[in-house]
């Protein structure tokens, strides 16, 4: 399968972002380029954008599907926690708006090899950047039981992880577990027949947990998010695009602390931690896509997207 991947809520991020001629913005992840796209359509012919991904394969897809913006895209194979040292190899110093849309793309589930859905037989792999880091495959068959188990509760909130990691241990003592579906059964044989999700693959949830442990998105998040908004010009904006609610979670809570600045206990009735507030919240609740869009495109039924927007001050 070639890349695919649809990009979800465009026009909502195009105006929260909001995209006008000869502005710099980052796509902290790229994917397939199609949010870069909208964005390029709205700042060309002097704006830029700096797009990023960690996976190979997204950015040798971008590069040819944005080909004809090429004076205006630069493009890293990166991770987007490193984004203060790509905007000094890309010889920026703040940007006017910075997206993130997590999750895995279309073609990352269906069509990579990586092992990614349980909905074909592959290796257990999950690795976003095939350079990096442990695979599937490694912590399934290495952790012990116990972090097995909290990694289903941590990522998964998975509520049968302690019977999961169990049979995961028993079956490994006779084989090593390499692939999706063999996974898949044996989470699928552990969970008590009237207790299995009837809407989702019982599987769900230990795959995403693993996905999430694979590619340390969550710690990878908050590192971005701790000096995202110092990289913005005063009023660029931040938008963030989540798929699940560990995600929102954190974003929500970063998001309320920036617009917030004080950290000083409620008990305490004048401030003295001297904290400004840095952002203004755009989305007092989260953005949800709408009904068409999610018939046309199931993937984006649980996206929610958040954005803030950066007070006065100077980008370092
Ligand atoms: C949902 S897709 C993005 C799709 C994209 N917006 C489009 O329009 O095609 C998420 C992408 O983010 C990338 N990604 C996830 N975490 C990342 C990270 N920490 N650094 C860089 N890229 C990351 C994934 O490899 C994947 O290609």
């Known amino acids: 399968m070639g890349y695919r991947h649809i990009p979800v809520m465009v026009e909502e991020v195009i105006d929260y972002l909001h995209c006008s001629p000869g502005k710099t913005y980052v796509d902290g992840t790229l994917g ?13 012919p002097d704006g830029w954008v700096i797009g990023i991904d960690r996976d190979p394969d997204a950015v040798a897809c971008a590069r040819e599907s944005l080909r004809k913006f090429k004076p205006n ?5 990166d991770n987007f926690t ?42 257990l792999d999950m690795r976003m950047n095939p350079e990096d880091g442990k695979t599937a495959e490694a912590i399934v068959n290495e952790l012990s039981e ?23 241990v028993r079956t490994r003592r006779q084989e090593r577990i390499r692939s999706t579906l063999q996974l898949a059964d044996i989470v699928k044989a552990a969970i008590p027949g009237k207790h299995r999700p009837r809407r989702i693959n019982p599987a769900t949830r230990t795959f995403q947990a693993l996905r999430i442990a694979v590619n340390e998105e969550l710690d990878g998040l908050k590192i971005f998010l701790e000096h995202a908004v110092d990289l913005l010009n005063p009023k660029g904006r931040l ?17 309320k602390a920036l617009a917030l600045g004080c950290e000083c206990p409620a008990h305490i009735p004048v401030c003295v931690c001297g904290k400004k507030p840095r952002v203004r919240i755009l989305t007092k609740r989260p953005v949800r896509p709408g009904a068409v869009e999610v018939t046309a495109n199931p993937m984006a039924r649980s996206a929610k997207l958040r954005a803030v927007e950066r007070l006065g001050g100077e980008a370092l």
Request: net charge positive; proline share 2%; aromatic share 8%.
């Open 73 to 77: 895209i630069k493009i890293f194979h």
């Open 32 to 44: 397939g380029g199609g949010h870069a796209e909208a964005i390029l359509r709205a700042v060309v």
């Open 146 to 168: 116990k972090e097995l188990s909290d990694l289903m509760v941590r990522y998964g909130e998975e509520r049968w992880a302690g019977r999961i990691a169990r049979a995961i």
């Open 82 to 123: 490193h984004l203060p040292q790509i905007l000094s190899r890309a010889s920026t110093r703040g940007v006017d708006g910075i997206l993130l849309d997590l999750g895995v793309s279309l073609y990352q589930l269906g069509g990579s090899g990586r092992g990614f859905s349980f909905m074909r037989n592959e290796p």
């Open 239 to 255: 938008c963030v695009i989540s798929f699940h609610s560990l995600e929102d979670r954190i974003v929500k809570r970063h998001f």
